[in-house]
């Protein structure tokens, strides 16, 4: 049992490519979230999904992509990436209950140039 | 809008002494609580919780923390602290009434235990 995996580990990008985050889970978790992480601002939400199929925005969605085709897969895009975009990204998921603990994976270092 | 306060950036404590790190909330319905713990280079691992009943809530490693709905806090406690208890530490919020499906989370509170 992997738990919440995240790949890659780090990344670095010049401005203006473009990457895909991969969050896999094996917890057959309902919700899943892709947060960013940054010194002093705590952990921000990008975007989340509630099922399969489903996406919605969060707190700082600009710049970012996501889908969830499959429900143990969420995918975070960046489709011109730019040097506001460094950052550590991590992944969580969580089962459908409301007081259901959220599980987070080891996150992925981003650095755009 | 949900939201999360920890007033202090930092928290200094001698190993030993009892420690606190403060939270504030603020939702529109019943909240749900959590504190989670971030070491070096790792993602976050779940703490504890606050759901439902006893305002006083414990978890993993000695922690626990106190529910305080006129004062809208969730602050972490523990009795005697350790080195080893140096870490990043987050709280965060659910909104029971609006579906719960986002957690917001504060900036965090670095935890640094002296020796």
């Known amino acids: 049992n992997a738990g919440v995996t995240q790949t890659p580990k780090f990344r670095v990008l010049k401005t203006g490519q473009s990457m895909t985050l991969l969050c896999a889970q094996d917890?057959?978790?309902?919700?899943m979230y892709w947060y960013r992480q940054d010194p002093g601002m705590g952990l921000r939400l990008i975007h989340y999904s509630v099922g399969e199929g489903t996406t919605a925005k969060g707190e700082v969605p600009d710049g970012y992509n996501v889908s969830r085709l499959k429900k143990q897969n969420f995918l975070l895009g960046l489709e011109s990436a730019a040097p506001s975009q460094t950052s550590v990204y991590f992944c969580a998921s969580r089962g459908l209950e409301i007081a259901d603990t959220q599980y987070f994976g080891p996150g992925t270092r981003l650095t755009v140039l | 809008a949900q939201s999360v306060a920890q007033p202090e950036d930092q928290v200094n404590v001698a190993e030993g002494n009892p420690l606190t790190v403060k939270c504030t909330y603020s939702?529109?319905?019943?909240?749900?609580l959590f504190w989670y713990v971030q070491y070096p280079n790792r993602g976050l691992q779940f703490l504890l919780k606050?759901?439902?009943?006893?305002?006083l809530v414990k978890g993993s490693y000695g922690f626990e923390a106190e529910f305080n709905k006129s004062q809208t806090s969730f602050h972490l406690k523990k009795p005697s602290a350790l080195v080893s208890d140096s870490a990043l530490y987050f709280c965060a919020v659910r909104d029971g009434d609006t579906g719960g499906f986002k957690t917001i989370f504060g900036a965090g509170t670095r935890l640094f235990v002296k020796a």
């Open positions: 606050y759901i439902t009943g006893d305002n």
């Open positions: 917890m057959n978790h309902e919700y």
């Open positions: 939702v529109s319905g019943n909240p749900y």
